[in-house]
Structure formats: structure tokens, C-alpha cells
């Protein structure tokens, strides 16, 4: 060979190794990315943040990973982003059908009694025709556990409580009937850890245990436990 090319081929050679040590991106990654994207367009981040969180944070540790060439633990961590994923998809829908479910019982239970009235006026078509609007649902409060006697008012106190629409475990803690301070609500998802995965999501309908007879530390560690975690707080 003429000493002229040997600088050429050596050069060449380089190369092909330098493409030839090039490492692709595993499929994992893709297969991550898409199973969040999932997640999110299935609301996960309204009904299942903790998980979609997890998961997200599992991609961006891969993504590192990949960047320092760790390929090996890249690829776990991205199976792990896929699992939770696929989880926070799951737990959103359901939830979303488990609420979308609790609304339609609860328009066919405020539209009987409208059909039974109308019904009952075309029935005796010499009296007035009124169709009334059903009055806006209330929370119940139930199982009275102690009364408060005031001046003027009385406040019963209650040992369980039905969440209604729009409300959140600091607005209940804030009752007067449950603890009349927000930053009690800790007791409240202490008492339903059983149905209550994240304090931050909690569904119409749901019954929920008033603890009660709370000791001064007990109460002091509720509050420190509220300030601490951030939720519900301006």
C-alpha cells in the first residue's frame, strides 16, 4: 500500500470505531415518555399526581443516566417510569369513572321527584302546571356526637360527614360541626386512611369518621403536621 493512503485508512478506521461505539437510545425511553403522555391526557395529574409524579421523576433519573452512559440503570429506571405510568392511567380513569358514575345517580335521584310531580299535575289537569328546580345538594352531616350550647347559637358537633361537591379536607376541618380550624384536617385523613390515598383527593359522596377527644399535643401535632406538608395552604 502506498504511503500515501495509509493516512487516509487510518483515519477511516477511526471513524467507523468512533460510529461504531455510538450507543442509540434504548427503546425503553420512547415506551416511557408515550405511557406518561398517556397518563397525562387521562387526567393523572387531577386524579393520580403522586404516581404520574413518580413516574416522571423515574424518566428524568433515566435521562441523566443515559447522559453519563449508564445504560444498564438507565433502562430499569425507564421500566419503573412505564409502571408508574401505566398505574396513575389506571387509578385516573377509574376514579374519573367512579365520579362520573356517583353524578349520574345523582341527577336521576334530583330528577324523580320532578317526573313524580309532573306526573302527578298532568294527572289533574285542572290544577296549575309548576315544574320547581330541585334545591342545591347539601352535605349531610350525621351521627350527632356532641352538642355545644352558645348565647344565641347551638352547633352540633358530628362524628361522621359526607363529602359534597367542590370540597376539600381543609374546608371540612373548617366546619363548625368538625373541628372549626382548616389545619385539623390531618385527624380527618388519619381516621380514613382505609379510603383516603391522597388528602388532596377525595370524592362527593365519600363518608368520612370525625374523630374526636383529641389531646392538646395531639391537636398541636395536627397543625404542625398541615404547615409542614403545604396543602391547602395559600
Given at each position: 500500500?502506498?504511503?500515501s493512503?495509509?493516512p487516509?485508512?487510518?483515519?477511516?478506521c477511526?471513524?467507523?470505531?468512533?460510529?461504531g461505539?455510538?450507543?442509540?437510545?434504548?427503546?425503553?425511553?420512547?415506551?416511557?415518555?408515550?405511557?406518561?403522555?398517556?397518563a397525562?391526557?387521562?387526567?393523572?395529574?387531577?386524579?393520580?399526581?403522586?404516581?404520574?409524579?413518580?413516574?416522571?421523576?423515574?424518566?428524568?433519573?433515566?435521562?441523566r443516566?443515559?447522559?453519563?452512559?449508564?445504560?444498564?440503570?438507565?433502562?430499569?429506571?425507564?421500566?419503573?417510569a412505564?409502571?408508574?405510568?401505566?398505574?396513575?392511567?389506571?387509578?385516573?380513569?377509574?376514579?374519573?369513572?367512579?365520579?362520573?358514575?356517583?353524578?349520574?345517580?345523582?341527577?336521576?335521584?334530583?330528577?324523580?321527584?320532578?317526573?313524580?310531580?309532573?306526573?302527578?299535575?298532568?294527572?289533574?289537569?285542572?290544577?296549575?302546571?309548576?315544574?320547581?328546580?330541585?334545591?342545591?345538594?347539601?352535605?349531610?352531616?350525621?351521627?350527632?356526637?356532641?352538642t355545644?350550647?352558645?348565647v344565641?347559637?347551638?352547633t352540633?358537633?358530628?362524628?361522621?360527614?359526607?363529602?359534597?361537591?367542590?370540597?376539600?379536607?381543609?374546608?371540612?376541618?373548617?366546619?363548625?360541626?368538625?373541628?372549626?380550624?382548616?389545619?385539623?384536617?390531618?385527624?380527618?385523613?388519619?381516621?380514613?386512611?382505609?379510603?383516603?390515598k391522597?388528602?388532596?383527593?377525595?370524592?362527593?359522596?365519600?363518608?368520612?369518621?370525625?374523630?374526636?377527644?383529641?389531646?392538646?399535643?395531639?391537636?398541636?401535632?395536627?397543625?404542625?403536621?398541615?404547615?409542614?406538608?403545604?396543602?391547602?395552604?395559600?
Amino acid at each position: 500500500m502506498s504511503l500515501s493512503f495509509r493516512p487516509i485508512v487510518v483515519l477511516l478506521c477511526a471513524v467507523g470505531l468512533m460510529a461504531g461505539c455510538a450507543t442509540s437510545p434504548p427503546i425503553e425511553l420512547p415506551i416511557a415518555r408515550q405511557a406518561i403522555d398517556s397518563a397525562r391526557n387521562e387526567g393523572a395529574q387531577s386524579y393520580a399526581p403522586t404516581e404520574l409524579n413518580q413516574a416522571i421523576s423515574a424518566l428524568e433519573q433515566a435521562e441523566r443516566l443515559l447522559d453519563n452512559g449508564q445504560q444498564d440503570q438507565a433502562v430499569l429506571s425507564l421500566q419503573n417510569a412505564t409502571q408508574l405510568a401505566i398505574s396513575a392511567k389506571s387509578s385516573a380513569r377509574t376514579q374519573r369513572e367512579t365520579q362520573r358514575q356517583y353524578q349520574q345517580q345523582c341527577e336521576a335521584l334530583t330528577a324523580q321527584p320532578r317526573l313524580d310531580t309532573l306526573k302527578a299535575q298532568l294527572e289533574h289537569p285542572q290544577e296549575k302546571l309548576v315544574v320547581q328546580a330541585p334545591a342545591p345538594p347539601q352535605p349531610a352531616e350525621t351521627t350527632v356526637a356532641t352538642t355545644t350550647n352558645n348565647v344565641s347559637t347551638k352547633t352540633v358537633l358530628v362524628s361522621e360527614y359526607r363529602v359534597g361537591t367542590g370540597e376539600n379536607l381543609y374546608a371540612i376541618a373548617a366546619r363548625p360541626m368538625i373541628y372549626g380550624e382548616g389545619l385539623l384536617w390531618p385527624l380527618i385523613y388519619r381516621a380514613n386512611r382505609d379510603q383516603i390515598k391522597d388528602p388532596q383527593q377525595i370524592f362527593p359522596g365519600q363518608t368520612l369518621s370525625i374523630p374526636r377527644n383529641h389531646s392538646a399535643e395531639e391537636l398541636e401535632s395536627a397543625r404542625e403536621t398541615a404547615r409542614q406538608s403545604g396543602i391547602f395552604l395559600p
